[in-house]
């Protein structure tokens, strides 16, 4: 029952979220490439970071008339806002030790800018960021109800990178990429709801208000900017902005803000006149925006592509397995009816494997002219002429009934049977699993324990969905059940994907003769 719930729980999420997730995700891998193309132009210097507050502004006050901001981008690009020597105002990329201008600002293409404002609220103002967080809680569900289906799959969290049991591309490859982005996804995700929070204030708010006696500041002992103790002591890698002095006046003072805390320094003393630090949301907050835009990191940018990039895939093969489950799941319009058929075959199934057996099945006992209803578990009921029951069943993680089995043992108690049922189970799974045909054996002794029903077979394992079990297992109950059945078509099928199996194997083991494939 719990992984019914979180495979609906995931699928719902996806099908209301898929349109504005994918406009998200086509805008994000866009957005993914701002902080590369960034990052590769040639205004980063070496140890820039080790440089000292006292001594930047030295050489900027050494280098300029008038100097009025300085800033750090999470590029590590130091931004200065002067007046040169010639009276111009101008705003440029500097080189720390020298205060030498070393690039203009980046313009931000127009690309960049057009994906940002429908990647933030789709040009809806408001109601498009109030979209996009919601959008982002949903992602977040979705990967948290895909770790749990994974966790399952794999049998516990201690089995998560075990080796994946493949049943086709589509469900392969969604279970072993969605492993390695999940950590990514839940971050943007996260990230995302965060930031858009902070949006319509839902966070606590954090203003900086310094109380400063001016009336009592300090004007001696006068020192110079690189005299300056506090400044000596503050790192360029420790320091957002530096709001300069407008005036020579004592009243008039430094304003640094830095990684944890802003400061105000006297301009003449250097003393810190005020000191606050952040509260956690401020640094949770710079922190948010970071690891969603991958703003300061070709890395984590790149690794933000590749999990954006996933997420196309996840909706594709998503969709893709849901679709071949429901196309595999669907049972044929049975010939006979519930009450006038004498061979009844239910099925439990996860992914519709199961109900192809069944469907060959039942067409090879209609062949022989013999009445056939094929059901699901779930729908068990009482069948007045019938007199052989067959289930064919899969078992779905650690041992759980497959999705459309979740109320069998339920309504089984509460049903009874019109008269007496020869009955024969049959298990698919794979032996690579602990629990293998776990659910078959709880079935089989569900149908022993009542009076009514007589094992006409004992249980009977499939591993894989093997064919030629199967046609063993139809060969042994024909024989007991009194009938002859012939299950060429699924031959048929099963050899060319045994022949397909037998050419990938040639290619890395040469020896191996066309004798195996008939085996």
């Not at 690009?77 to 030790?97: G, M, N, Q």
């Not at 020298?98 to 203009?104: E, I, L, P, R």
């Not at 289930?391 to 009934?401: I, K, R, S």
């Not at 089995?405 to 602990?434: H, W």
Request: proline share 3%; with cysteine; hydrophobic share 45%.
């Amino acid at each position: 029952m719990t992984i019914s719930i979180w495979r609906y729980c995931h699928l719902t999420i996806a099908l209301s979220s898929c349109v504005f997730l994918l406009v998200a995700s086509i805008t994000g891998v866009i957005l993914a490439f701002q902080p590369i193309t960034e990052l590769i132009q040639p205004y980063s210097v070496g140890q820039a970071q080790e440089a000292t507050l006292a001594e930047t502004i030295s050489v900027l006050q050494t280098e300029y008339d008038e100097v009025l901001l300085i800033e750090i981008d999470n590029n590590d690009f130091i931004t200065a806002s002067v007046v040169t020597k010639d009276w111009e105002s101008e705003t440029f990329y500097i080189d720390p030790f020298t205060g030498k201008k070393v690039g203009d600002i980046i313009e931000t293409p127009w690309i960049f800018e057009f994906s940002t404002n429908v990647h933030r609220s789709l040009f809806l103002k408001k109601t498009g960021r109030f979209i996009v967080g919601f959008i982002s809680f949903l992602l977040v569900l979705m990967a948290v109800s895909g770790l749990i289906l994974i966790i399952k799959r794999q049998l516990g969290v201690k089995h998560f990178f075990s080796k994946i049991y493949k049943e086709n591309f589509e469900q392969y490859y969604h279970v072993a990429i969605g492993r390695l982005t999940l950590i990514p996804l839940i971050v943007i995700a996260a990230t995302g709801v965060y930031l858009s929070l902070e949006k319509f204030s839902l966070l606590p708010s954090h203003r900086v208000s310094h109380e400063i006696d001016y009336e009592n500041l300090q004007t001696s002992p006068v020192l110079k900017v690189s005299e300056f103790a506090v400044f000596q002591n503050i790192k360029l890698e420790d320091v957002r902005s530096v709001e300069f002095p407008f005036s020579p006046d004592v009243e008039d003072c430094f304003t640094i803000e830095l990684s944890n805390k802003e400061i105000v320094v006297n301009q003449i003393t250097g003393e810190v006149l005020s000191e606050i630090e952040y509260p956690f949301v401020v640094m949770l907050s710079d922190l948010s925006m970071i690891l969603h835009t991958g703003q300061g990191s070709i890395t984590w940018s790149l690794v933000l592509l590749v999990a954006t990039l996933s997420i196309f895939f996840f909706i594709y093969s998503g969709f893709a397995m849901t679709l071949r489950r429901r196309a595999n799941t669907r049972i044929s319009k049975n010939v006979s009816e519930k009450d006038a058929s004498e061979f009844i075959i239910l099925v439990g199934s996860e992914t519709g494997g199961t109900f192809g057996f069944a469907t060959l099945l039942s067409e090879a006992l209609t062949a022989i002219g013999k009445t056939v209803f094929v059901s699901e578990l779930n729908k068990y009921d009482t069948y007045r002429s019938a007199k052989y029951l067959i289930v064919l069943t899969a078992t779905y993680g650690e041992g759980e009934p497959p999705v459309n089995s979740i109320k069998f043992e339920e309504i089984f108690g509460k049903t009874q049977p019109a008269g007496n049922l020869q009955f024969s189970v049959v298990g698919f799974g794979s032996t690579k699993y602990d629990e293998f045909c776990k659910y078959a054996i709880e079935v089989d002794q569900m149908l022993s324990a009542q009076s009514n029903f007589t094992s006409v077979l004992d249980l009977f394992k499939i591993n894989k969905q093997s064919f030629n079990e199967f046609n063993e297992w139809a060969a042994q109950w024909g024989q007991k059940a009194g009938v002859s059945l012939n299950l060429t078509q699924l031959e048929k099928t099963e050899r060319v994907k045994i022949n397909k199996e037998f050419i990938a194997e040639q290619k890395g083991e040469k020896k191996k003769t066309i004798r195996t494939l008939n085996q």
